[in-house]
């Protein structure tokens, strides 16, 4: 498949060289080409840098992996009628560095940043998935510990599928689908414990695991 990653920061980087991995094309989009030099040396023939409206064309499935204070102008720039009917990966966190950080958490019940994406998408399938784990894990789960646990939540059924098949792929052995869009806030706020822990224990490979027994 085509796909097209908006935002070229680690995690737009290390899900471009899974899915390169997977033999999937890639295509990054960018402010600023220049960044992804390194990556392209990497992703060799299968991979490109494009600009947000080239990416979003391009891209069979397009990854929002932006900031989030640069998500919306991101879509904008890519055109909302190249997400037309496609499945969208959100993989962003509702966070502000304003203040250093670690970074506050600006979402809500009903406005997380996953809702926030399908009410500008509306047309799009989005499926939250990837945001609460590192960019070094998400192509790459087993940890030494053991095999931590993978969540999606969106809408659309065939989307969610889908994803879900990416993550197989990808090494996840336990895919846990939580249910609608609207559970978007719950993978968010596990994205903010998952940062907490990082700042304070300085750990950045850690993961988690739902047990049901």
């Not at 392209?40 to 992996?65: D, M, P, Q, R």
């Not at 250093?100 to 509306?122: C, D, H, K």
């Not at 706020?189 to 998952?194: E, Q």
Request: glycine share 10%; hydrophobic share 45%.
């Amino acid at each position: 498949m085509q796909i097209g990653i908006l935002g070229s920061g680690v995690v737009g980087q290390q899900l471009g060289i899974g899915f390169i991995k997977l033999g999937h094309e890639v295509k990054i989009g960018t402010r600023d080409s220049s960044k992804l030099n390194d990556w392209l040396e990497t992703a060799k023939e299968k991979g490109s840098v494009g600009s947000f409206e080239e990416t979003a064309k391009f891209g069979e499935v397009i990854i929002i992996a932006t900031l989030w204070k640069g998500t919306e102008n991101a879509i904008e720039l890519a055109g909302l009628e190249n997400f037309t009917n496609k499945v969208v990966i959100d993989v962003s966190n509702p966070l502000d560095f304003s203040q250093g950080a670690p970074p506050r958490f600006v979402a809500s019940v009903g406005n997380s940043g996953g809702e926030i994406i399908q009410r500008i998408l509306a047309d799009s399938k989005v499926v939250k998935a990837f945001n609460f784990v590192s960019a070094y894990i998400m192509c790459n789960p087993k940890r030494e510990e053991g095999m931590p646990t993978f969540f999606v939540a969106g809408d659309d059924e065939e989307a969610k599928k889908l994803v879900m098949k990416f993550a197989k792929d990808f090494g996840w052995e336990e895919i846990i689908d939580i249910g609608n869009i609207e559970q978007a806030i719950w993978l968010e706020s596990l994205a903010m414990f998952w940062i907490n822990y990082g700042f304070r224990n300085n750990n950045w490979v850690h993961a988690f695991k739902l047990l049901k027994k």
